[in-house]
């Protein structure tokens, strides 16, 4: 289904039939993973209503197909009576900052990050797999640093994060900034853009999520490098 870019967001479409086309379809399929949801957020507010995540769960766990689950909202605990009976799923948030502000901003219509790490608390006392979409990163604000955010994913319970920076793509940079202008924490959310920063800053995130015992999956570079005078990484050196 296309929508026009400029609405995007805007409006909520229904799959109604979502369950019963999933259960024909994995009929005729080999059993794989299913990652709900790479598109778009599973647990929107119309779930409450139209239960069509939990429908389509409930197909899965009647087949036992592997299922990785990812979204923003805390209505996925909800559904940790399906989750208790898959014998292959893990369960995540995505929760790209600490700060609330930088949250607010940036996306005003999700829910508070501290929801989110209650929900990650919840998921993980269930005894689910839980992860971090730590994506796209957001800089640093405030007196956040990348140990207190591995610390706190990992009293949350958190065993893996997994990060990527910003898209900046069909005028994703812009719709930034506009959104930023007069914002008290604007200068350091800015530095998103700022790739030599992004990569440090990631670098220092993966060693402190290590530290932590959780995972973390970036793309290969964030490793512990030698710092450069002007503090960005020295490429000299292998990733």
């Not at 929107?44 to 139209?50: I, K």
């Not at 929900?119 to 971090?132: E, I, N, R, S």
């Not at 202008?181 to 853009?193: G, M, P, T, V």
């Amino acid at each position: 289904m296309q929508t026009d870019r400029a609405t995007w967001g805007s409006s909520v479409v229904v799959k109604r039939n979502a369950a019963s086309v999933l259960a024909r379809e994995i009929r005729k399929l080999p059993r794989g993973l299913v990652m709900i949801s790479t598109a778009t957020d599973p647990y929107q507010f119309v779930e409450g209503r139209y239960l069509v995540t939990r429908h389509a769960l409930e197909v899965l766990l009647r087949a036992q197909w592997p299922v990785s689950i990812l979204s923003r909202s805390p209505l996925m605990v909800r559904d940790i009576d399906l989750f208790a009976q898959f014998e292959t799923i893990d369960v995540g948030m995505s929760v790209p900052t600490l700060d609330d502000r930088a949250r607010a901003l940036l996306e005003p219509w999700a829910p508070p990050i501290e929801a989110r790490l209650r929900c990650l608390q919840t998921l993980a006392d269930a005894g689910l797999d839980t992860f971090v979409s730590f994506a796209p990163a957001y800089p640093p604000t405030g007196d956040v640093t990348a140990d207190a955010i591995a610390t706190e994913f990992a009293a949350r319970g958190v065993t893996e994060v997994f990060t990527r920076t910003l898209d900046e793509r069909w005028g994703v940079r812009e719709a930034m900034s506009a959104r930023l202008q007069d914002s008290e924490i604007a200068s350091e959310l800015a530095r998103i853009s700022d790739d030599v920063y992004m990569g440090g800053f990631l670098v220092d995130l993966a060693e402190a999520c290590r530290a932590q015992g959780v995972t973390f999956h970036g793309d290969g570079r964030y490793r512990k490098q030698d710092r450069t005078s002007d503090g960005g990484l020295d490429s000299s050196h292998p990733t």
